[in-house]
Nanobody, 125 residues
């Protein structure tokens, strides 16, 4: 499964963006999908992950209540709706797939270490 991330851009603090993670060459339906981000000079961190079958999701504490992950299996796409953006959300955002337990989503993706091209999100006034 090949993943294509889009939707990044430059926004002001408090504004919103929606990122898309579109799959080709296979279906996302059987995978958990996680969003990660990497800010300049920082390690890549997991942001959110959504389960393969029942739309259970979890978030890193810093984005809880502001970001919402969702999936549309008919469109083979997972989204990350980002509201109330802050300058500290500035990063390159990536998506990736995982299998196994949802709780291990981030660890699985980090261990797989197979990152596609991300999308830049810049939050600045």
């Amino acid at each position: 499964v090949q993943l294509q991330v889009s939707g990044g851009g430059l926004v002001q603090p408090g504004e919103s963006l929606r990122l898309s993670c579109a799959a080709s060459g296979g279906t996302l339906e059987h995978y958990h999908v996680g969003w990660f981000r990497q800010a300049p000079g920082k390690e890549r961190e997991g942001v959110s992950c959504i389960s393969d079958s029942d739309n259970i999701a979890f978030y890193v504490k810093s984005v809880k209540g502001r970001f919402t992950i969702s999936r549309d299996n008919a469109k083979n796409t997972v989204y990350l709706q980002m509201n109330s953006l802050k300058p500290e959300d500035t990063a390159v955002y990536y998506c990736a797939t995982a299998t196994g337990s949802l709780a291990g989503c981030f660890d699985y993706i980090v261990a797989k270490d197979n990152w596609g091209k991300g999308t830049q999100v810049t939050v600045s006034s």
